[in-house]
Nanobody, 124 residues
Framework: QLQLVESGGGLVQAGGSVRLSCVAS????????FGWFRQAPGKERDFVAS????????MYADSVKGRFSISRNNAENTVWLHMSRLKPEDTAVYYC?????????????????WGQGAQVTVSS
C-alpha cells in the first residue's frame, strides 16, 4: 500500500498557475498508474487527470484539457499536476491517487491509495 502526500496548493488569482506535487512511499512506484481528482464543497469528487505507469500516456477531463498537465518522475517517486489559466470553478481539494491497474481510468473506485488532499482556491 502506497502512502501519498500532496503539497503545493494555496490561494491563486484567476488566470494564474500552480503546481501540485504528490510524493509516494511504501511501494513500487512504477507499477502504479496515478490520477488526480478534485472535490469542491457540496459536490461529488471528480476526475481531473491520470498518467500511465511509465508516463507515456495521459488522460484529462474535458474541463481541464489544454490548461492542466500531469507528469511523473519514477526515479523521484513523484507525480505533479501543473495547473494554468486557473478559473474560480477550479477551486477544490485536489487528491492524488494510485491505482494498481494497467489502463488509464477516470473511475475513482479503481484507485487503491489516496492522499490527504491539497486545497486550491482560485479568486476572481
Amino acid at each position: 500500500q502506497l502512502q501519498l502526500v500532496e503539497s503545493g496548493g494555496g490561494l491563486v488569482q484567476a488566470g494564474g498557475s500552480v503546481r501540485l506535487s504528490c510524493v509516494a512511499s511504501g511501494g513500487t512506484f512504477n507499477t502504479y498508474i496515478f490520477g488526480w481528482f478534485r472535490q469542491a464543497p457540496g459536490k461529488e469528487r471528480d476526475f481531473v487527470a491520470s498518467i500511465s505507469r511509465q508516463g507515456g500516456g495521459t488522460m484529462y477531463a474535458d474541463s481541464v484539457k489544454g490548461r492542466f498537465s500531469i507528469s511523473r518522475n519514477n526515479a523521484e517517486n513523484t507525480v505533479w499536476l501543473h495547473m494554468s489559466r486557473l478559473k474560480p470553478e477550479d477551486t477544490a481539494v485536489y487528491y492524488c491517487a494510485a491505482g494498481p491497474g494497467v489502463d488509464l481510468t477516470q473511475n475513482g473506485n479503481l484507485y487503491s491509495d489516496w492522499g490527504q488532499g491539497a486545497q486550491v482556491t482560485v479568486s476572481s
